[in-house]
């Protein structure tokens, strides 16, 4: 069984930054790949960054501005934002590719507002 949780969205001022976390636990190895994506109301879920192995890739709209990592211990993913604008607002979902399955997150929301 495989559980992901996410944390650390919420209200940020545009310009501003913000870091979301997304802890692995249960059987969990190994973990081939670490992403996130987000979800607009009225929009598809869209791509934002991933991780594999060492090389990373992020989508067009945050490239520059986003980043993703994960810690030591490889069980945790990392996505530090930063010049967060109104269209970054959205349900943020972690997902984790182990031993060929997805696995997602409950999501966890960020708001970019003044």
């Known amino acids: 069984h495989v559980h992901l949780v996410e944390s650390g969205g919420g209200l940020v001022q545009p310009g501003g930054p913000l870091r979301l976390s997304c802890v692995a636990s249960g059987n969990i190895w190994p973990i081939s790949a670490m992403s996130w994506y987000r979800q607009a109301p009225g929009k598809e879920r869209e791509f934002v960054a991933g991780?594999?192995?060492?090389?990373?890739k992020s989508g067009d709209s945050v490239r520059g501005r986003f980043n993703i990592s994960r810690d030591k211990a490889g069980k945790t993913s990392y996505l530090q934002m930063n010049s967060l604008q109104p269209e970054d607002a959205a349900i943020y979902y972690c997902q984790m590719l182990i031993r060929g399955r997805e696995y997602w997150g409950q999501g966890t929301q960020v708001t970019v507002s003044s």
């Open positions: 991780v594999y192995g060492g090389a990373k």
